[in-house]
């Protein structure tokens, strides 16, 4: 079936620095992807949706000049967290969209998770 | 705006016996997932629900989908251990492509 990755599954960073994720579509192509960021104990919250070839759309709240996304490819997209902050911290999932055969079923990554010092 | 809403949040059930969890929506939707989620990791996906009247059944989890009162059901028959997770439920729009609105999750501890 599907798969979609994600890399790194955790990372650790000191306070100021920045830190990118990688969304990846192993077996279909994904022109829509999505991420999403979950605070302990708390649901999925969307943050943008990645849209190959033209910029992201974020959702209300989301800065995007902090959260930089690149959807560079059909089975690519990445998360850029900027100068990051302990707040940042959290649980960031990608969701990659595949309309094979007619359907839209989306399929989620196993998470990363972030911990800012 | 899309708002789902799950009840109960938290649900402490007892083995062997039957619990349902509710799930709310605001406005029309086509598709309605049901995700489970173990601490520490990502959504495993248990149903997609895209019609009025759907019913899925895996082992001891059934869900349900009624679009016109924009509501689902997770029904948990003969509780176990094992279910201990917090299972979300998750809408679509009307609209190809679109991201997936989530309930708040509804976190199951399955005691003996």
């Known amino acids: 079936g599907a798969v979609v990755s994600q890399h790194p599954s955790w990372v650790i960073c000191k306070s100021g620095t920045s830190v990118k994720i990688e969304c990846r579509s192993l077996d279909f192509q994904a022109t829509t992807m999505f991420w999403y960021r979950q605070f302990p104990k708390q649901s999925l919250m969307l943050m943008a949706t990645s849209n190959e070839g033209s910029k992201a759309t974020y959702e209300q709240g989301v800065e995007k000049d902090k959260f930089l996304i690149n959807h560079a490819s059909l089975t690519l997209s990445t998360l850029t967290v900027t100068s990051a902050h302990p707040e940042d911290s959290s649980f960031y999932i990608c969701?990659?969209?595949?309309?094979?055969?007619?359907?839209?079923?989306?399929?989620f990554g196993p998470g990363t998770r972030l911990l800012v010092l | 705006e899309l708002k789902v809403e799950q009840n109960p949040l938290f649900l402490s059930m007892q083995e062997g016996k039957n619990y349902t969890i509710y799930c709310n929506y605001s406005t029309t939707s086509d598709r309605l997932y049901w995700y489970r989620q173990d601490p520490g990791k990502s959504l495993e996906s248990l149903f997609v629900l895209l019609s009025n009247g759907a019913v899925k059944q895996e082992g001891r989890l059934m869900a349900s989908l009624d679009t016109k009162a924009r509501l689902s059901t997770l029904h948990i028959t003969a509780a176990v251990h094992d279910l201990s997770a917090t299972y979300f439920c998750a809408v679509a729009n009307n609209q190809a492509g679109t991201a997936l609105i989530f309930g708040k999750g509804t976190t199951l501890s399955v005691s003996s």
């Open positions: 969701s990659a969209v595949d309309f094979r055969g007619g359907a839209e079923t989306q399929y």
